[in-house]
């Protein structure tokens, strides 16, 4: 059972992602009509500390959003209870957080 501090965690970074996730496709689509490159847009988010934050806020968000989504899945449908239940679920959180500020570094440094 996900607990309620959990549940509540979970909610506030669904509230974070989502104008993040409108902004991020808004982007996308801009790029795509605008006719802009794959390196075009790279060359435009490097040294930027405006995407890197932006993007950075969606990555932690993500990633703690996901590992309390997967908990609750592993909790419910494997039944997978106690130490290996967190282990995997934060486990799965800093490896999806450590990955998508690699992303993040390697776009905007």
Known sequence: MISAKLFILQRLTA?????????????????????LSASEILGR????????????????????????GVRTVLFEWLKIRGSVLELLSWSLGLALLVMGLYSVYAVTA
């Open 45 to 68: 988010t490097q040294g930027s500390v405006f995407w890197a934050i932006f993007y950075a806020l969606f990555v932690f968000a993500v990633a703690i959003h996901a590992a309390i």
């Open 15 to 35: 509230l974070i992602m989502a104008p993040l996730v409108l902004g991020h496709l808004a982007l996308m689509i801009y790029a795509v009509q605008g006719g």
